[in-house]
């Protein structure tokens, strides 16, 4: 009746203290996605300053965050990952999700002095992540 | 059945493995095969930091391949794409022994020749040799005047021994020419096509005499002090391997047609040497393909 109506119309539609932005984040973005973080080691940490003479720092950066149910296009992650999620959330969830890890790398150049007192230039293969995906 | 049958057998190779020794998992590769970051990883996960004791290298040397660093990669340590793409891999080697042989001859120009003695156990089987050089560095840029010299150089065979049938001595003997200028900080001298059939049948330990003659602007009085370059020249030099490690740890470039071989990348083809000075600039073969050969 016109009563109820009006009380109903007084009511603010959400919670004073609610914040709307807040509200669709979480629809928009995971709250912390899947990407890359960087880690500076010093060799010195590792005690190789000894025979790793370059570079002084190597940061070898990680893969770290949560994947989205819909990883789709995004990570460039295959159909699979998707397949897994499924399998996960509606038929065993001893079925892990999709993982957060790597999807390219960069080399990297050393220069070390050998045992014998030489000393080596060399370059290795995916010593740096440059790109996350979803698998 | 089949899936409890199989976590059964899955359950039973994972107490296989918790047993047995970390190590023996990862046989750890022998040593013509072992790639330089792999195994003191593995040291580290399992034991600890790698503590080899290692002798210290040279300072001249140390300086000059921490130039070749800065020339070939970022400080982050990222490979620049302004080096070759045939080789991803250089060593340094300083001579185990050196000994003194004939001495010289003032008048002529003729420095006593030396005999050094190369231990390249380090390079493993998996590099292959693309190009060898005689470093030669100057202590500081050494002005001295301009100077012809020809560099004869002998790789001489290992002693045989007493069992075996005695051979002729098979040496190698070439000559290469090249001229000083000043302000040199080294000069590169190409051996190459002397090297690259040693290195291939894994001969690990090379024995060479080196001699110079170098004919100076000014004549030299005989009772003039020994000059800057005699000296320099006296200083025992470093071998340098411009090395292709095809093992899967090693960054393999892709080959772009942007890059032309360079003629300093490709050793000389006629058997001879070419030697030529560099400046400055010695740690980017691209301009010593413009000094005469």
Avoid at chain 1, 66 to 78: K, L
Avoid at chain 1, 104 to 111: A, H
């Amino acid at each position: 009746d016109q009563e109820t109506v009006s009380s109903e119309l007084k009511k603010p539609l959400v919670p004073a203290s609610f914040n709307l932005s807040e509200y669709f984040k979480q629809f928009l973005f995971p709250q912390n996605e899947c990407e890359l973080h960087d880690f500076r080691l010093s060799f010195s940490q590792l005690k190789w300053d000894i025979w790793i003479v370059a570079p002084r720092k190597y940061n070898p950066r990680y893969c770290k965050g949560d994947c989205p149910r819909a990883a789709g296009h995004r990570y460039g992650s295959p159909v699979h990952t998707m397949v897994q999620n499924v399998i996960h959330e509606k038929l065993d969830p001893s079925v892990p999700r999709s993982s957060c890890v790597p999807a390219k790398y960069s080399p990297l150049s050393v220069l070390t002095i050998e045992t014998d007192g030489s000393i080596a230039y060399k370059e290795y293969e995916d010593m740096i992540a440059t790109q996350c995906t979803c698998r | 059945s089949q899936a409890s049958s199989g976590e059964a057998q899955i359950a039973a190779s994972a107490a296989l493995e918790s047993e047995a020794q970390p190590w023996s998992l990862l046989q750890p590769l022998d040593e013509r095969h072992r790639s330089g970051l792999l195994s003191p990883l593995l040291k580290v996960l399992y034991d600890g930091p790698d503590g080899a004791p290692r002798l210290q290298p040279e300072a001249r040397a140390l300086r000059y391949m921490k130039r070749l660093y800065k020339a070939y990669a970022t400080k982050e340590g990222i490979p620049k794409s302004n080096r070759s793409p045939l080789y991803n891999t250089i060593r340094l080697f300083t001579p185990c022994a050196q000994h003194k042989q004939a001495p010289g001859d003032q008048a002529t120009g003729t420095l006593p020749s030396v005999d050094l003695l190369f231990n390249l156990d380090r390079v493993t089987a998996v590099e292959h040799l693309l190009k060898s050089v005689l470093l030669y560095t100057f202590s500081n840029s050494v002005a001295f005047p301009s100077a012809k010299c020809v560099c004869n150089l002998v790789i001489k065979e290992p002693e045989l021994s007493s069992k075996t049938l005695p051979k002729a001595p098979n040496s190698f003997t070439v000559n290469s020419q090249f001229e000083f200028r000043k302000k040199y900080k080294w000069i590169e001298i190409d051996v190459t096509a002397l090297l690259q059939p040693l290195v291939a049948s894994n001969r690990r330990s090379i024995h060479m005499s080196v001699n110079f003659t170098c004919l100076t602007a000014q004549p030299q009085r005989p009772s003039a002090q020994k000059s800057p370059l005699h000296t320099t020249l006296l200083v025992p030099p470093s071998l340098l391997l411009y090395l292709n490690d095809t093992s899967a740890e090693a960054y393999h470039r892709r080959y772009s047609h942007h890059h032309k071989r360079r003629p300093s990348q490709v050793p000389d083809q006629k058997g001879g040497l070419s030697a030529y000075p560099t400046g400055e600039e010695a740690a980017e073969p691209v301009r010593a393909s413009r000094h005469r050969r």
